[in-house]
């Protein structure tokens, strides 16, 4: 693809560029919730928008889609800074005021009078102390905010990229028909399958808007867009074919949409050996600090004295219960890193988002296949069991690891579910396209296509969905046929029917793919090219999602292997080293048992046990994600701790 540079345009597409930011940045005025907060800070910190060193900040955030102006931006993140600053120099200085004393007396025998340090007041020492801790922390939070502006950039780059490719096979249909390019680019932006691509598109039509001609508006979102390498070129390109003719643009368009489908399978391929590598690595991390943890231990309960315990101005800390329980939280940390990791891979049109119904009893009522719904139904009896479990004077530990499998491993298996008709729905969606596109190139108008098919075709979960498709559809002959001429009630009535049908459906797939149908055709494009197209769509999609999947299958497994590894170096130092008969004849035949009697067994078999519950989670947690998604992370977390708990306790290695 080629490649044009973009540049800061004229000074009337910066007046534009200024009046959409301004319009923007006047958004909080309207929100009654923040106006005025929002009004304070803007008051006390807007002055510094105009600083030298949130130039790179400024331009940063022309790219993020924020829905407030910079000035209100970083009004906040200063706001905040003096909060975070307040809080952090408060409780410095009650902890300097107490060990300043101690400190000048130190760094006074240190120097040996040398510089007159017994001179300076404790008082102001810890005074300077929190100061500087507050000014430091201030300014951490001002970077930081900085940092998020990179970071939703970042963001938002990515979700570009990832969904042009698509918008760009719309845009080549709709080029087909009647539409002008405003149009096309209007309809693209409507839909929410194309991510953050519609939403550029979206921003170049409000300053289309203002200006009074899209081309400054592409121009203008080309310039700020966070995708200098895909999109802002491909803005440019596109204004300069649509000034040519509407042959020039389509010819474009066809030839751009196939250079990113090439672009798409090279970056899939890439994602691949990265998640090959996160995989590695992910194993290394989680593993090898258990393991290493697991040896220390047995080694600490046969020499004490390697990790003794410390004092601390809070009393006698043991040595070895920070470790492990570091090494948990660690644990935990890894886990919840590599499963948004593995989940940050996954394509968007392949992950899975289910909405909540808005009455309780529409969320009791879809709870067996909803797992937002099953979520929230779930809660309150894994609450419960928390609280019986507790009144039953289980271990703490105990109590949280069984109520959360008591909500996962159902949340889990509700997703599961979903997820197989979710699949089997997919693949009929595919026969389903293919069988509706070979009527429709045989001359067929779409209603007679769909009721064809209905007809004829055994099309499994989908029967009933396609047949409330066609008797919707048959409505549309009824108010003036089923071809490019169709008036604006009939299209509106197809329009109906599909999204319908789309919403039924309601997988990814569905979504992603069958919206192209209703523009396409409401822009008098040829049906036979639509389907055609739609046919090729959802069948590579269709192939990527399977491909994907089976892909998945050996980081699933390597999760689970990893719990099982650790599970079972647990289970082996706990019966053969942890043991209080064996540590007794140990201590009797040699001299590594230096101290038997300070030894607890059953403490530190608990302490092991803990540190292999945290593995478990995270090991579920990578495996789930890499499987399915968030929701059967949460079903194989849980059935991981549930059966380490059943295997430890009935075992007696607890």
Known sequence: MSREPTTDGDDGSARIGRAVDAAEADGFLRDGRSVVVDRALYALFARHASDRRHDADRKRYRGTA???????YLSRVYGCSWLVALAVAGPTLLVALGAAPGLLAVAEGAVGGAAPIGSASPEAVAVALAASTGLLAKRATVRLGGLR????????????ERTLPAAVRYLELLASGSDGPREMVAKT???DAYGGTATSLRKALNAARLAGSLDEGLRRVARDTPSRELLAPFLLKFRKHAATGDAALAEYLRTESRMLAHRQDRARKRA??????????????????ALLVIAATALTVVVPELLPPVDTPVGVVPTRAVVLYGAVCFLVAIGLAGAVAVGTLRPPNQRASYDLPGSARAIVASAGRNPASAAVACAPPAALLAVGLALAEYTLVNVALLSYAAFAIPVGSVAVRRTRIDDAKDRELADFVHAVSGHVAHGRPLPDAVAAVARDVDLGVLDDDVADLAFALRSTTATGGSGAGDDGESADVRAAAIDRFVERVGTPLAAGTLGL????????SDADAVFETLRIEVGQLYSEQRALRSSMHPY?????AAAALVAGVVAVVNTQVIDAARLADLAAATDLVTEPETVHPE????RLYVVTQATMLASGWFAGTASRGRYEALLHSGLLVAICYVVFTTGGLV
Request: glycine fraction near 8%.
């Open 556 to 560: 699933v497994a390597v999760g689970w």
């Open 603 to 606: 403490l530190e078999r608990f």
């Open 66 to 72: 924020l829905n407030t102006g910079f000035e209100t």
């Open 272 to 289: 691949r050996r990265f998640l090959e590598l996160l995989t590695e690595l992910f194993v290394a991390v989680l593993v090898l600090p």
């Open 149 to 160: 502006l990179r970071w939703i950039t970042a963001t938002r780059r990515t979700d570009i």
């Open 189 to 191: 932006a409507a839909s």
């Open 517 to 524: 149908v209703t523009g396409a055709l409401n822009a008098g």
